[in-house]
């Protein structure tokens, strides 16, 4: 049936086909007027226009892994069947860390064959049973016609994501870079506050940690926010006066935002930010009233130079007219261009392209999507939003695996004395899985040694977490013991070469692989670690039995 329909649609074109053979046999020739010939130019150029807003014929043919799955049609089918199509979404689900994307109206190779209004809505009513089986909702992203001759089929894009279930949602890191005063804080207020800016900076207040950055507007620390989405694609903030805990057991999806410095003299905190935090994607913010200035361009290619997957926010276009939004957004697509990026700048401009954005940029690192709002008029910030909610995660779940198979290994970024908890550390999780009550050796201390200490308990998003696994983010209370034995991790630095590094003050953990940029005045260097020379001392003291015993 579906090949029939497809070859349908090519019966047109064969008969005139045909029939330009049979006048050409007679000795007809086709010589219309001029006036005939420009009616049809105007035709074929409307013709034209609109295929060009069509979606192409073909999509690329069906992966077994990953998080993807076309269906022709889910059209009443049989119990047998029905619980084979539910494995299959829980399988997808897995692939994609609780999400998953379905198309429907397509077959596996790709075609597009779509579907009538009846057998859509009855394919949407089955797959809807199916998510409530594996215990997931569904949110419809978009639809779109197929033009055939006899009928206007549609195909639908329909994405899947489960109820969050023991905190388990899926956590993505996006770094926020860019120039001093561009908007960055107060887009991230609007955001996750859920109110729009009064124009004079208030949405950023709840934002800063000191008192020189609320007198001063400017961000000189690193600090964080969280963006929910629940499993039918709803935005969850502190707009209902929620507390962090409450939206992390209301979302699906979490996207935990590193607010990064943006003046010059802060570029180190920046750095560190970028290294230490290890985001999935940035997000780099230009004013679209001055365009790129300062930082914009050592931000961006930091970003590159860590492989960091990026897309660009033009903010504050309720400032200037659209002719010098136009005029950043050129002057964002030629840096793009140049041969030292080699990025594909991708503008969006309604919610179908924040879709579109969203799946390409994933899936390809030269795509960079370009979005142009305002954080005071909230225009295009739904398209922000749209483009939130869908980005999938980098890895997926047999990466995660792999991971998980190796050895605990947990990066200290931050250090607090908490009254009545002891030191608490807070960093990301590189490998392996951590749990309340494991025991850990924690160090390099100055002398070189590793201390052995217990977690007491875990906190990941500001609520109380039980089980870290790799590649999230969380603090570790470790007990009471002396905070000055530990020290955040920091790089001295160095020629830029092939060399071999020595600390000259204490020891630092580092394993191979990782990578380091370090920087003195304007000369910065980065590189990556290919061999470590062992340390002499390998005496690991349990400090919570010394403790305990004294």
Known sequence: MDVQVAKHCGIKSAAKA?????????????????????????????????????PPPFLPPEAEEGNIEYKLKLVNPTQYRFEHLATQLKWRLQEGRGEAVYQIGVEDNGLLVGLTEEDMKASLKTLRRMAEKVGADITLLREREVDCDRARRKIAEVLVRKVPDDQQFLDLRVAVLGNVDSGKSTLLGVLTQGELDNGRGRARLNLFRHLHEIQ????????????????????????????????????????????????????KTTIFGLTSYCPDFAMLV??????????????????MALKVPIFIVV??????????????????ERVLKQPGCNKVP???????????????????????PIFTLSSVSGENLDLLKVFFNILPPLSNSKEQEELMQQLTEFQVDEI????????????????????????LVVGPTDDGRFLRLKVCSIHRNRSGCRVLRAGQAATLALGNFDRSLLRKEELR???RAVVCFRFLKHPEYLRVGAKLLFREGVTKGIGHVTHLLPSTQNHVPDQNRNQNHS
């Open 18 to 54: 045909s029939i330009a053979q049979n006048a050409a046999e007679c000795g007809i020739e086709n010589t219309p007027k001029k006036k005939s010939r420009s009616r049809r130019g105007r035709r074929g150029k409307r013709r034209r226009g609109k295929k060009a807003n069509e």
């Open 216 to 267: 001063t507007g400017r961000t000189s620390s690193i600090s964080f926010e969280i963006l929910g989405f629940n499993s039918k694609g709803e935005v969850v903030n502190y707009s209902d006066s929620r507390t962090a805990e409450e939206i992390c057991e209301s979302s699906s999806k979490m996207i935990t935002f590193i607010d990064l410095a943006g003046h010059y003299k802060y570029l």
């Open 286 to 303: 230009v004013g679209a009233n001055t365009g790129i200035a300062g930082t914009t361009r050592e931000h961006l290619g930091l970003a």
């Open 315 to 332: 903010s504050k276009v309720d400032l200037c007219g659209k002719s010098t939004v136009e005029k950043t957004v050129r002057q964002l």
């Open 346 to 368: 991708m503008v969006v401009s309604n919610p179908d392209d924040a879709v579109t954005a969203a799946q390409q940029f994933a899936q390809s690192s030269s795509v960079t």
């Open 416 to 439: 607090y004395s908490v009254p009545d908890v002891g030191t608490v550390v807070g960093g990301t999780l590189y490998s392996g899985v951590c749990r309340e009550g494991d025991r």
């Open 493 to 495: 630095t160095g020629e």
